[in-house]
């Protein structure tokens, strides 16, 4: 009779679930840091249409 086999290693479960957890921590890491930048950005972008408009309000034309 013939043995079933397989085409790959067996991996305890215990090393498939450290990796996952690994690849999870990652995953979160890289969100949250994706989140981050983004916050930033929109930030800066208000403090740039901030300062253009208080600009604009300091160059008007002096009336005679």
């Known amino acids: 009779m013939l043995e079933p086999r397989t085409h790959f290693e067996q991996v305890p479960l215990q090393i498939v679930r450290k990796i996952v957890k690994e690849q999870m921590r990652r995953e979160i890491a890289a969100g949250q840091t994706q989140k981050t930048k983004k916050k ?15 600009m ?8 005679a």
């Open 40 to 54: 930033k950005l929109k930030e800066d972008l208000l403090r740039a249409k901030g300062q253009s408009i208080a």
């Open 56 to 63: 604009s309000g300091k160059i008007s034309p002096v009336e």
